[in-house]
């Protein structure tokens, strides 16, 4: 993570922390959203989405099918 601008790494760190309550956590994803430090969940959702390839929805449920 060394030479990537701040707001960059904040935005990781921010992702994979709601990447990791979507999966051990039942909160809805506003909570998380606001929780990883978004205002919108939207936002949160938009940059899910450009960081994992899908929704934090999305992720959840297949997720949650791939453990049976």
């Keep these: 993570m060394f030479g990537r601008p701040v707001n ?3 935005t990781w760190v921010r ?3 709601g990447r990791h309550l979507l999966i051990t956590t039942k909160s809805s994803v ?3 959203s606001i929780d990883v430090g978004y205002d919108d969940p939207s936002s949160f959702a938009d940059m899910f989405r450009k960081t994992f390839g899908t929704t934090p929805s999305k992720f959840r449920e297949s997720f949650r099918g791939a453990e049976g």
């Design 8 to 10: 960059k790494y904040q």
């Design 15 to 17: 992702m994979q922390r």
């Design 30 to 32: 506003h909570h998380i």
